[in-house]
């Protein structure tokens, strides 16, 4: 290496180490980033959250239910025998509120129907709104129907010992899968409103961020602060721009989805409207927070950027939620993107209402007061 390289080498390395600002973003946010990242990117399928409704309640439908939860797949936290009281004319609801991935059904008359040897259907309900969840619905499901169908069949040669062949013939138990909200378990539909997320994250909130940096490295903000201009003029100014533009490109992106990857759009726009304003207040402010934060734009984008991933990583929109490890999770309700993303998949794939999707609107309001009244004091202490 030559003198001068050197020379200009050393320069670079003393000028990113006198930045305290710069250097926790250039070594402890990728440490914090690689933690997140292998904990929360998990593509198995360990457990599916599942409500049975066994409406036979005999010693036959409770071993069909036992061998469904046997090793855990279909049971979880929020598994709960509904019993034969429950009301089943309905069981889509539970998986339309999101309280359930799999619904079991043991119809009455089950344990009739083996011992008479007539057809004993149950019926397995999928939300196939995440394909990865309702292809392994159905698998497992038709795995273990047909193991306790060869059970039935074993045990009915046993008895019949010389009939083995009429028996292996006879009517057995046999499953009836319904996958709902994306039959065919396309992908697309299931990753469309993810990226619309991702999308306005990035506009509204790094663009936001580096916008603002610019503007007071060039000089020009400190220009716009000593007009008689009040203070919530000018931050609504720097707002409303983008809230208008990330506005436009949910409508574009929906648009493409549709007319590309045919999503569905089943459920109230307006509803989706008022969820996309809550939602972009929320990265606005949280880009408006992150710009008073830096001083030049390097800094607002690594800042953007480092926040940017783990919100990503931790809003489902990827991996689900639930294959993160527990002391992950709680971490997720702090996080904007992951109510923005069950808002999208409840309105557009479920049909949800207000009702059904109360709580994550509620969130996505307070975390987008909360960011856009913090933003607000620091921009007025910051530039008062």
């Known amino acids: 290496m030559t003198p001068g390289l050197m020379a200009v080498m050393r320069k670079e390395v003393r000028q990113v180490t006198r930045d305290r600002r710069l250097m926790p973003m250039l070594v402890i946010a990728p440490v914090v980033q690689l933690i997140i990242f292998g ?3 998990d593509f198995e399928v360990e457990r599916l959250n599942t409500v049975v409704c066994d409406q036979d309640g005999t010693a036959e439908s409770r071993d069909l239910v036992r061998r469904f939860t046997a090793d855990k797949t279909f049971a979880d936290k929020t598994f709960a025998d509904k019993g034969p009281a429950r009301d089943c004319n309905r069981p889509e609801e539970d998986i339309r509120d999101m309280l359930a991935d799999v619904v079991l059904i043991v119809p009455p008359g089950y344990a009739r129907n083996l011992a008479t040897g007539s057809t004993a259907t149950v019926q397995i309900l999928a939300d196939g709104t995440n394909p990865l969840y309702g292809r392994f619905a159905r698998e497992s499901a038709t ?3 047909d193991s306790m169908s060869s059970t039935v069949l074993m045990d009915r040669a046993e008895r019949a010992r010389g009939l083995l062949s009429l028996e292996v013939t006879a009517p057995r138990p046999t499953a009836e899968i319904r996958v709902f909200y994306n039959p065919r378990m396309k992908s697309p539909i299931f990753m469309v409103p993810g990226v619309a997320a991702m999308i306005l994250l990035v506009v509204t909130t790094i663009v ?4 603002l940096a610019r503007e007071r490295e060039m000089g020009t903000l400190e220009q716009v ?4 201009l009040k203070s919530w003029e000018l931050v609504l100014g720097k707002v409303l721009p983008f809230v208008i533009i990330g506005c436009f490109d949910v ?17 109230s726009v307006p509803l989706l409207a ?5 939602y972009i207040l929320s990265t606005v402010g949280l880009g408006l927070f992150l710009s008073v934060s830096a001083r030049t734009q390097q800094q607002a984008f690594l800042l953007a950027f480092s926040v940017m991933m783990p919100g990503l990583l931790l809003s489902g929109v990827m991996t689900p939620i639930e294959n993160m490890p527990d002391w992950l999770q709680p971490l997720t309700l702090l996080n904007p993107i992951r109510y923005y993303v069950e808002i999208l998949r409840g309105v557009l794939l479920k049909a949800s209402d207000f009702q059904d999707l109360a709580f994550e609107f509620a969130a996505l309001a ?3 007061f909360a960011m856009m009244t913090a933003a607000g004091l620091r ?3 910051r530039e008062g």
């Open 208 to 211: 936001m961020a580096m916008n």
């Open 379 to 381: 921009f007025r202490k």
């Open 366 to 368: 307070a975390f987008g």
């Open 251 to 267: 409508l574009l992106v929906l648009t493409v989805g549709a007319w590309v990857f045919d999503l569905p759009i089943r459920g």
């Open 225 to 228: 602060i000593v007009t008689p």
């Open 274 to 278: 008022l969820g996309t304003l809550l």
């Open 39 to 41: 904990s929360a990117v």
């Open 143 to 145: 795995a273990i129907i």
